[in-house]
């Protein structure tokens, strides 16, 4: 993950055209326009601003190798749902966005339009869409400064209003009586009292 995440951190601030090592450049608009819309731009950055292409790209070459096959395949079913609900659209990331959330509702399986379950190869399996909303989340919510990598500025972490400065501190017990820093609890009676 930590590869896909300086991946996409150094695509997105590369002034540089970004080349994608598993998608086409059409299917990297398509992945975009889907993840796009999974987390939107609004008052703060959404999964475009974070650059989650770039890390779902990276991650199909590496920790999500597995998943290659279902991202061809749902590419290509998802270009046959378009032509299905909007035949004047020629792509996903043509429709307007009204239609993109149509077209996304019809494949989450959870909502009550997604009656059937979508590129599902067998019950088990995970399905296109569910898979591309996990390695959205994933690529969007990355730590950003795991050794200077994660989405682009910790646009994620703005978004949900997570401070950078948080770290965990164990709290100082016995073991610690001999670091720096730890002093023993005075006694009762020394306590002001309130």
Partial sequence: MLSAATHARGAVQSASIAKFEFF???QAAEIDAISSRIIPTTDTPGAHEAGVVFFIDRALVTFAKD???LYADGLHELQVRVHEMFPAANKFSAATLEQQDQILESLDPQSPS???RPFR????????FETIRVHTISGFLIDPDANKR?????AGWKA???ENEHMFMPPFGYYDKDYPGWQPN???ADKPKT
């Fill in 160 to 162: 949900i209003g997570r």
């Fill in 186 to 188: 005075p006694p009762a």
């Fill in 114 to 116: 997604g009656g059937r």
């Fill in 67 to 69: 998943d290659q096959k």
């Fill in 150 to 154: 994660g989405n682009r500025d910790g």
């Fill in 24 to 26: 086409t450049p059409e």
């Fill in 121 to 128: 190869q067998s019950p088990g399996a995970q399905s296109f």
